[in-house]
C-alpha cells in the first residue's frame, strides 16, 4: 500500500448536523486522520422521506465523495446506514461504515432495549434485527422521533419545546420498562443531558459513536490504510446550506474553530 492512498481523508457524512457527533469520536481516536464531513443540511431531515428518495442522496453523497477522493466513508447516520450501506459496500473504490446499531452494548443492561431513532430506521426494523442475532430473547421497542432532527438542526437543545418531545417520546420506554437507551440518530446524543434528567439511572443511555469510531479504526488497519503516527489530522467540513446556525452548531459540537464550506453536490 502506497503512503499516499494512507494519507487520503476519511468521508463522513450525515443529513445534517448530527454526524458530527461522530466526527468527534474519530477526531478522539485517530488524531493522525484527515476528515472531510458532508452534511446535507439543505435537505435535512432525511428521516420522514422515502426510502428510495434517501438512497438517491446517499448516492449522490458518495459520488461526492469519490471525487475528492477518499479512503473509507464512515455513513454517520442511521437512516442511511439502515437503507443503504448493504446495497453500496463494494460499489465505491472505498469501503464504507455504517454506524453500530448499539444492541451489544446494550444487552449488557437486560434484553429489554429502548430505541429512539427517525421513522425509516424504526420502520428498517435493522436494530431488533441485529439484537436478535446477538441474543434470540431480546425485545426492541422502538420510537419514531419525529421532531428531534428539525429541534437540534435549529439549535434547540433546551427549553419547553425540546422536553415536551422527549417526556412524549420516553413514555412508551418508560412503560416497556426497558433497560437501556439506544440513542439510534446521531443527532440525539446532543439531548443527552435532557434525556439523563428525564430517565435518571432508570436506563443506560446508548451513543453507538465510539463503537463506530472503532468500527472504522478496525477497517482501516485491516486494509494497511491507518496514516502514520506522526501526522496531525485536519478537519474540513462541508455542507449543502452553510448558515449562520450551522457554523455555530459545528463549532459547539467539535468545541472550536473549523473550517467550514459550503458545497455543490454532483446530479
Ligand atoms: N442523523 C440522522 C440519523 O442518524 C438523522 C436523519 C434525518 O435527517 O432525519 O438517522
Redesign the pocket.
Known sequence: MTDDKKNLPIGVF???I??LTVVKELRALLPGEDIIYFGDTAR?????RPPQQILTFMQQILRFFAAQPVKLAVV?????TALGVEANQGRFAFPLVG?DTGMAAALNYGTKVGLL??Q??VTSGKHAEKARLFNARAEVTGVPCHDF?PLIEGGQLSGPAVEAAVASYLAPLCQAGVSSLVL????YPLLTPLIREKVGDAMAIINPALETATAAQEVLRQQALLAGPARKGATRLCFSALTEQVRMMATQILDGECSLEEVELPD
Not at 44 to 48: F, L, N
Request: charged letters at 5%; hydrophobic letters at 30%.
Open positions: 450525515d443529513s445534517g448530527g454526524g435535512v431531515p432525511y428521516g420522514p454517520a447516520c442511521n437512516t442511511m454506524v431513532a427517525t425509516a430506521t432532527v439510534g440518530c446521531t443527532h
